[in-house]
């Protein structure tokens, strides 16, 4: 059936939301990105800006990606694990899928403390994928995040504990 979908995250969602946009097109979904550039789990979890956009826009399901302005904190689980929780917390009973941030070199733990407390199938680990990058280093190019999309919609059916299959 149709979804209403959230996709909320930091500037990475600049290269996922237009082809997350595409496939809710082409099949029937409504898509709300909600981009809080340089934001964190740190960000997010010391708000109820999440929750406040639930509110808005009432999503059947809710993308998110985050972690990859966390890639380097030290002491990580110390220090973001209460907000991994909070912005899980905010999610609440709908269903949900964690994107995983792209690496580009190896990270502090961000990606262990997000698989920790994301409900086994909710979470898709991005790290150890190829990815052209921007000029900064750290973004994927264009071609780059639409492979990256693609990549995460592919796993979806089989591994995703939400799947949405009509994509």
């Known amino acids: 059936s149709a979804q209403t979908i959230l996709f909320i995250g930091d500037s990475m969602l600049e290269g996922l939301a237009p082809r997350l946009a595409s496939y809710a097109k082409e099949n029937g979904h409504k898509l709300y990105s909600v981009i809080w550039y340089s934001s964190t789990s740190e960000v997010w979890g010391e708000t109820d800006s999440l929750k406040a956009n639930i509110n808005r826009y009432k999503p059947t399901y809710v993308f998110v990606c985050l972690g990859a302005n966390e890639l380097f904190v030290k002491d990580i689980k110390t220090k973001r694990d209460k907000y991994v929780k909070n912005i899980l917390s905010q999610i609440g009973d709908l269903p949900y899928l964690w994107i995983g941030p792209p690496n580009w070199?190896?990270?502090?733990?961000?990606?262990?403390?997000?698989?920790?407390?994301?409900?086994?199938?909710?979470?898709?680990?991005?790290?150890?994928?190829?990815?052209?990058?921007?000029?900064d280093g750290a973004h994927p190019t264009r071609k780059s995040a639409i492979e990256w999309m693609d990549s995460v919609l592919r796993w979806m059916p089989k591994n995703s504990a939400y799947p949405i299959t009509n994509m």
């Open 105 to 135: 070199k190896p990270d502090t733990g961000i990606n262990e403390l997000i698989a920790a407390n994301a409900q086994k199938g909710c979470f898709f680990l991005s790290d150890g994928m190829k990815f052209d990058r921007a000029k």
